[in-house]
């Protein structure tokens, strides 16, 4: 059974900076592109950043390039999304979740596997 196990969120300023971890088990973690996305209270999940395999190759929300960075190490079966420059409007609820293959993708329907999410709150 595939887990994944996101940590690191919290309260910080605008302007700060959080890095999200996501521990996965039960396949093979380096065999899957793995994503992150986040949902704000009262809105839809949108895609924030996705990475690839072997960490090669990653994407990234408009919203969120240039502030944020996403990377694997698959020594240890985690994923991170270090988000720097945090804004308000980046609160909300940030998903981990792996890909159906290898590749990274921007739709949710791609993904397979989901974290239960950690709450990140900005504060102004």
């Known amino acids: 059974q595939v887990q994944l196990v996101e940590s690191g969120g919290g309260l910080v300023q605008a302007g700060g900076s959080l890095r999200l971890s996501c521990a996965a088990s039960?396949?093979?973690?380096?065999?899957?592109?793995m994503g992150w996305f986040r949902q704000a209270l009262g809105k839809e999940r949108e895609f924030v950043a996705a990475i690839n395999w072997s960490g090669g190759s990653t994407t990234y929300a408009d919203s969120v390039k240039g502030r944020f960075t996403i990377s694997r190490d698959n020594a240890k079966n985690t994923v991170y999304l270090q988000m720097n420059s945090l804004k308000p409007e980046d609160t909300a609820v940030y998903y981990c979740?792996?890909?159906?293959?290898?590749?990274?993708?921007?739709?949710?329907?791609?993904?397979?596997?989901w974290g239960q999410g950690t709450q990140v709150t900005v504060s102004s």
């Open positions: 979740a792996s890909h159906r293959d290898s590749g990274l993708g921007t739709r949710a329907l791609r993904y397979d596997y």
């Open positions: 039960g396949r093979t973690f380096s065999s899957y592109g």
